[in-house]
């Protein structure tokens, strides 16, 4: 019997404003794999974590996308949570007044409601915290603050991992959460999703560098070119990009054509 | 007929009427005032601090104000379901502007400090009050001040002498009984705090009954050197009533004051904060959050004078419109020539839940002097839809989220409050409040 694969995207073309922006993408995440999708800027790579995560504002042309078998695109973004798909933001925005560790709990309980499972107390919520925190060296004295209020552009990123920590997805999808990172701040987010790893979960870790990837090492790798994806291979395509740039692939892919 | 006209032949008969009652410099003060109103007439929409704020149901009103007390049947029992009911304080009562003993708390005088009310102050600390009362808000600008000074019937007066301390937070509640339209209060406080004081203090306006009725009361406070007073206004009144409100604060150097404002009531309701920052030093936070539905309009206007060197103010306001409300906030920082090193800022939110709500914010920076740092901003808008994305992201509904945004954006102003118990009744008030709204309205 084989397994269901977590995430499988076919032949997805997509746009905004009537312009273009995915033009047939295919992707198969199974569980307990890493995957890569790299590009240059523009190439679609925020645009494919926004339409995974449901944001609203674009449009579907063709091509499908199935979460644990169920169709995605069809569900609202709470369910796609809710479900145990996670998108770590790469901008994650503050918003004022929002207590962290009241929504937080929200959050958590809604998912574990979804999933059958018993909603968590104040007290029973902040045990776990307290033992997830220490994973992401966030001091908990930022959950007394507004959700990402006052948090460094590093403390931010972390939240979002954090997060992830607490919600227990199958799917998370790291939307350039290496951008803006010092050496430490990356070296504790790697540590963390590291850990978060297992085989029964998948991560799909969007990124313009492969600097995370030496920490976060790939199964598989995806360039994103214009909108398609070009080539895709193990980790040692990620180093030769690292190594040529994306032009050399670019030009290859020109003469290809 | 003029508006003012009747309040002008009636005045006559209430000074006979009241003759004996107050000092004799009172009178001259009173009359000070009615001439003033006489001479401004009600302000009309071409009054350019009035523009926004149409008051022509008020000026409609039958001419009805509640001179004497009302025989009233009133227990603690029709005051436990407003807010502060039970908070551990020092609480005047004042129906329709008279105080009302037996619903209040013992009046006291200690070493230090004084709690009572302006017609027994009037009696025994003439002194003290001939300097200060209508002193800083006589209504030179203003015409429901002017006519407040004229009618003035009671209110609070506190004083508290250098260096001391309130031992509880001071609750001042006026009661409008509701009962007939027009009946029409004003009460007066005045406030006193000697230099190194300390003091809590709410002024909370609530309404018994709906008839359409009239509040306009003025509160003048003076901060000796070095005080620190935190000050809360909840304003709390019946939908088709009417509230103006004139707060008028002089600060020494180094006082220190937080004033709240908490605007949820009246079908008009008005409100005046004048900030005088008279010494260097000072730190002044105005932060407030109305709360409109229905057919309401709260108006907020604030004058933050930067008359010295080295003060810092910050205005916070957060509107929340329903329905086809209006919130209008007008906010003048004036910073005098030698007032350097001033740090002024201020920002006025509004969120837009409806189509038909309407929010007029004007900052009003008139900066005189050459080293200041002087920042305003406002907005007018609907909720953030990358905030309700993020929330919805992580497994919350888009009911739950919009709802967490509004509640949030209350929870700016109310995390401000110093007060812990204070805080927690406002969080609570606000909270059922806001859930109390109907979800049409709360803007899906």
Known sequence: MTTQPILEIKDLVAGVEGREILKGISLTVNPGEVHAVMGPNGSGKSTLAAILAGREGYDIRSGTATFHGKDLLDLDPEVRAREGLFLAFQYPIEIPGVNSTYFLRAAVNEVRKHKGLPEFDAVDFLAVVKEKIKLLELDEALLKRPVNAGFSGGEKKRNEIFQMAMLEPSLAILDETDSGLDIDALRIVAEGINRLKSPTNAQLVITHYQRLLNYVVPDFVHVLMGGRIVRSGGRELALELEEKGYDWLAKLEAVAA | MKPTDLYIQHFERFEREAAGQHPGWVFPTRKAGLARFAELGFPTLKDEDWRFTNISAITQLPFRPVLEPVATSLSPGDLSKFAFASLDAQRLVFVDGHFNAPLSSPLEESNGARVTTLSMALARHGS????????????????????????????????????????????????????????????????????????????????????????????????????????????????????????????????????????????????????????????????????????????????????????????????????????????????????????????????????????????????????????????????????????????????????MLIHGFAGEIIDRIRSAPVRAELDELVWQRLESHQPARLGS
Do not use: W
């Open chain 2, 128 to 403: 003290a009050l001939e300097r200060n009362l209508a002193r800083y808000a006589p209504g030179e600008n203003n015409a429901f001040a002017a006519l407040n000074t004229a009618y003035f019937t009671d209110g609070a007066f506190i004083q508290l002498d250098d260096q001391s301390r309130l031992p509880r937070p001071v609750h001042l509640l006026f009661v409008s009984t509701g009962q007939t339209a027009g009946d029409a209060s004003h009460p007066r406080n005045l406030i006193l705090l000697g230099a190194n004081s300390q003091a809590t203090i709410l002024e909370q306006f609530v309404s018994l009954g709906s008839a359409p009725c009239l509040t306009n009361s003025v509160t003048e406070m003076v901060m000796g050197d070095g005080a620190h007073l935190e000050h809360l206004k909840l304003q709390d009144q019946a939908a088709a009533s009417f509230h103006v409100a004139t707060l008028q604060v002089q600060l020494s150097r180094s006082s220190d004051l937080i004033s709240h404002s908490f605007a949820f009531g009246g079908r008009i309701a008005r409100q005046h904060i004048g900030t005088t920052l008279g010494g260097q030093g000072i730190e002044c936070v105005l932060n407030g959050l109305y709360v409109a539905d229905g057919e309401q309009l709260i108006d907020h206007h604030m004058v933050v004078d930067h008359a010295q060197p080295h003060c810092n103010s910050h205005e916070y306001y957060n509107g929340l419109l329903a329905g086809h409300s209006r919130g209008v906030f007008h906010g003048r920082i004036i910073v005098r020539k030698y007032a350097q090193k001033t740090d002024a800022k201020q920002t006025n939110k509004n969120l837009l839940l409806s189509d038909d709500a309407t929010a007029d914010t004007k900052p009003q920076l008139e900066i005189y002097a050459d080293d200041v740092k002087c920042t305003h901003g406002a907005t007018i808008g609907q909720l953030n839809p990358d905030s309700i994305f993020y929330l919805r992201a992580r497994g919350i509904s888009k009911e739950m989220a919009k709802r």
